[in-house]
Nanobody
Framework: QVQLVESGGGLAQSGGSLTLSCAASGFIFSKYAMSWARQAPGKGLEWVAG????????FYADSVKGRFTISRDNAKNTLYLQMKSLKPEDTALYYC??????????????WGQGTQVTVSS
Protein backbone atom coordinates (compact mmCIF):
# COMPACT_ATOMS: atom_id res chain seq x y z
CA GLN A 1 0.00 0.00 0.00
CA VAL A 2 1.01 3.63 -0.38
CA GLN A 3 3.37 4.83 2.33
CA LEU A 4 4.80 8.30 2.78
CA VAL A 5 7.26 8.78 5.63
CA GLU A 6 8.45 12.27 6.44
CA SER A 7 11.62 13.10 8.35
CA GLY A 8 13.90 16.02 9.05
CA GLY A 9 11.69 18.18 11.18
CA GLY A 10 12.83 19.73 14.43
CA LEU A 11 13.53 22.96 16.21
CA ALA A 12 15.14 25.86 14.37
CA GLN A 13 15.80 29.47 15.19
CA SER A 14 14.28 32.28 13.19
CA GLY A 15 16.40 32.74 10.08
CA GLY A 16 17.62 29.18 10.22
CA SER A 17 17.26 26.28 7.82
CA LEU A 18 15.87 22.75 7.76
CA THR A 19 15.49 20.16 5.03
CA LEU A 20 12.59 17.73 5.10
CA SER A 21 12.57 14.38 3.33
CA CYS A 22 9.73 12.08 2.35
CA ALA A 23 10.37 8.44 1.52
CA ALA A 24 7.66 7.07 -0.75
CA SER A 25 6.70 3.46 -1.40
CA GLY A 26 3.80 1.37 -2.65
CA PHE A 27 3.28 3.25 -5.91
CA ILE A 28 5.28 4.32 -8.96
CA PHE A 29 6.68 7.53 -7.51
CA SER A 30 8.04 8.82 -10.82
CA LYS A 31 4.55 8.92 -12.34
CA TYR A 32 2.91 11.23 -9.83
CA ALA A 33 3.00 14.86 -8.87
CA MET A 34 3.88 15.43 -5.23
CA SER A 35 3.32 18.25 -2.79
CA TRP A 36 4.13 19.46 0.68
CA ALA A 37 1.41 20.82 2.93
CA ARG A 38 1.40 22.06 6.50
CA GLN A 39 -0.96 22.57 9.39
CA ALA A 40 -0.23 25.13 12.04
CA PRO A 41 -1.79 24.85 15.50
CA GLY A 42 -5.46 25.80 15.35
CA LYS A 43 -5.43 26.31 11.58
CA GLY A 44 -6.45 24.35 8.52
CA LEU A 45 -4.25 22.46 6.10
CA GLU A 46 -2.21 24.79 3.88
CA TRP A 47 -0.64 23.73 0.58
CA VAL A 48 3.03 24.81 0.60
CA ALA A 49 4.74 23.57 -2.56
CA GLY A 50 4.33 21.06 -5.36
CA UNK A 51 5.96 19.68 -8.44
CA UNK A 52 5.00 17.40 -11.30
CA UNK A 53 6.58 14.05 -11.99
CA UNK A 54 8.75 15.30 -14.83
CA UNK A 55 10.31 17.97 -12.57
CA UNK A 56 9.53 20.59 -15.21
CA UNK A 57 7.94 23.14 -12.95
CA UNK A 58 7.79 23.84 -9.25
CA PHE A 59 5.10 25.86 -7.58
CA TYR A 60 4.97 27.57 -4.21
CA ALA A 61 2.52 29.28 -1.92
CA ASP A 62 3.17 33.01 -1.68
CA SER A 63 3.99 32.60 2.01
CA VAL A 64 7.09 30.51 1.24
CA LYS A 65 8.13 31.64 -2.23
CA GLY A 66 11.82 32.54 -2.36
CA ARG A 67 12.55 30.73 0.91
CA PHE A 68 11.52 27.10 0.30
CA THR A 69 12.62 24.77 -2.50
CA ILE A 70 10.87 21.55 -3.41
CA SER A 71 12.78 18.82 -5.21
CA ARG A 72 12.56 15.11 -5.88
CA ASP A 73 14.83 12.18 -6.67
CA ASN A 74 12.80 9.71 -8.70
CA ALA A 75 15.60 7.14 -8.53
CA LYS A 76 15.38 7.18 -4.72
CA ASN A 77 11.58 7.62 -4.48
CA THR A 78 12.18 10.63 -2.27
CA LEU A 79 10.69 14.10 -2.07
CA TYR A 80 12.49 16.99 -0.37
CA LEU A 81 11.67 20.42 0.98
CA GLN A 82 14.58 22.73 1.66
CA MET A 83 13.51 25.53 3.98
CA LYS A 84 15.61 28.65 4.50
CA SER A 85 15.07 31.96 6.29
CA LEU A 86 12.59 30.26 8.57
CA LYS A 87 10.06 32.37 10.43
CA PRO A 88 8.05 31.61 13.58
CA GLU A 89 4.92 31.50 11.39
CA ASP A 90 6.43 28.50 9.57
CA THR A 91 5.84 26.46 12.73
CA ALA A 92 3.55 23.59 11.72
CA LEU A 93 3.20 19.89 11.14
CA TYR A 94 4.51 19.31 7.61
CA TYR A 95 3.01 16.60 5.42
CA CYS A 96 4.24 14.97 2.25
CA UNK A 97 1.30 14.35 -0.07
CA UNK A 98 0.73 12.30 -3.20
CA UNK A 99 -1.32 14.23 -5.73
CA UNK A 100 -4.27 12.37 -7.23
CA UNK A 101 -3.82 11.30 -10.84
CA UNK A 102 -4.78 14.20 -13.08
CA UNK A 103 -5.39 16.40 -10.08
CA UNK A 104 -4.21 19.85 -9.15
CA UNK A 105 -1.20 20.08 -6.85
CA UNK A 106 -3.43 20.52 -3.78
CA UNK A 107 -5.69 17.59 -4.61
CA UNK A 108 -4.08 14.86 -2.55
CA UNK A 109 -5.14 11.24 -2.28
CA UNK A 110 -2.52 10.10 0.24
CA TRP A 111 -0.37 11.80 2.82
CA GLY A 112 2.06 10.82 5.53
CA GLN A 113 1.99 11.18 9.30
CA GLY A 114 3.82 14.47 9.19
CA THR A 115 7.00 15.88 10.71
CA GLN A 116 6.93 18.75 13.19
CA VAL A 117 8.80 21.98 12.44
CA THR A 118 9.08 24.52 15.24
CA VAL A 119 10.72 27.89 14.67
CA SER A 120 11.65 29.99 17.68
CA SER A 121 11.93 33.76 17.51
Amino acid sequence: QVQLVESGGGLAQSGGSLTLSCAASGFIFSKYAMSWARQAPGKGLEWVAGMYNDESDRFYADSVKGRFTISRDNAKNTLYLQMKSLKPEDTALYYCAKVAAGGLLWEYDRWGQGTQVTVSS
